[in-house]
């Protein structure tokens, strides 16, 4: 936020920015957009929290007001993990594990799990830098393009436009990623 704060100080734009939690939006018909980037869903462990997302968009969106959403796609997430990797030795998940090799010649050792009955996955990075080594770790569930329609559906939003990426190409199952434009209804 201090970043986009200089930012739109520079370029002469008002704007406020707070932070909160999504599950608890203190807003009601008080925008004309909401946008959620970089598979920013599906965080929560309980599904009823990722649902209260939904919810809340509704509410906070004006009459005729847009969803975009950018979530990584489920289905195309699970067959590259399958594909480079295996399944696991109790049958429930499916996991791959490579190193990349970065543009700055940093060599990333990446750990992909891929639960089809959950829908999570999870993923680790380990390398390192400076000497020292460094990790990450994170898990989201994944919804597949007619589980969010449902989901949308039953919170008054209308899919108007789907996508496999940002360059508009078409949505299809072998697509990194899932963008929907949906409308208050």
Avoid at 71 to 99: H, Y
Avoid at 144 to 163: A, D, G
């Amino acid at each position: 936020i201090k970043i986009a704060k200089t930012e739109a100080k520079r370029q002469g734009v008002k704007v406020e920015f707070r932070q909160g939690d999504m599950r608890n939006l203190p807003f009601s018909r008080e925008f004309d957009a909401v946008i959620n980037l970089f598979s920013s869903f599906g965080y929560f462990e309980n599904e009823r929290d990722n649902i209260l997302v939904l919810k809340n968009i509704f509410q906070v969106l004006k009459q005729k007001g847009v969803f975009l959403i950018d979530t990584s796609n489920a289905l195309g997430t699970f067959l590259r993990i399958a594909k480079e990797g295996e399944i696991s030795k109790n049958r429930r998940s499916w996991i791959s594990i490579r190193e990349d090799k970065l543009s700055n010649d940093l060599v990333v050792k990446v750990k992909n799990e891929f639960n089809p009955f959950t829908m999570r996955w999870s993923i680790s990075r380990e390398w390192n830098e400076l000497n020292k080594t460094r990790s990450y770790k994170g898990t989201i569930r994944l919804f597949t393009f007619p589980e969010l329609k449902h989901l949308m559906e039953e919170n008054s939003l209308k899919v108007e436009s789907i996508w496999g990426d940002f360059k508009s190409n078409p949505f299809d199952v072998n697509s990194k990623r899932l963008i929907i434009l949906a409308r208050k209804t």
